[in-house]
């Protein structure tokens, strides 16, 4: 059975800090990339970040390039995102996925919200207050 649990969200001010971290469990975490998704209330859920199987290759939103580095431990089967410079409209739920990938890359369906996605946590909450 596979299980991802993400953790780390709160509450921070702008210009403040926050570590994501998912760990998932029943899978053999390098046949997958991963992403992490976010989704504001009232909006459509957004990518964020993707990493590949390697952590070779990483991705980004242009709304968080810049601020935002994501990464992974293969070898304790968790990802990260390392959340910088935090903005009010960094406010949303944030998730992480799994994407089964032959190759070393992340598809293009990270970028437009992850439909393609197979395992799913349950998400942690991000507020940004200003």
């Known amino acids: 059975q596979v299980q991802v649990v993400e953790s780390g969200g709160g509450l921070v001010q702008a210009g403040g800090s926050l570590r994501l971290s998912c760990t998932a469990s029943?899978?053999?975490?390098?046949?997958?990339?991963m992403g992490w998704f976010r989704q504001a209330p009232g909006k459509e859920r957004e990518g964020v970040s993707c990493?590949?199987?390697?952590?070779?290759?990483?991705y980004y939103a242009d709304s968080v390039k810049g601020r935002f580095t994501i990464s992974r431990d293969n070898a304790k089967n968790t990802l990260y995102l390392q959340m910088n410079n935090l903005k009010p409209e960094d406010t949303a739920m944030y998730y992480c996925?799994?994407?089964?990938?032959?190759?070393?890359?992340?598809?293009?369906?990270?970028?437009?919200?992850?439909?393609?996605?197979?395992?799913w946590g349950q998400g942690t909450q991000v507020t940004v207050s200003s």
């Open positions: 990493i590949s199987r390697s952590g070779g290759r990483t």
């Open positions: 996925a799994a994407d089964r990938r032959w190759f070393d890359y992340c598809s293009s369906s990270w970028s437009a919200g992850g439909a393609e996605y197979l395992y």
């Open positions: 029943g899978l053999t975490f390098n046949d997958y990339a």
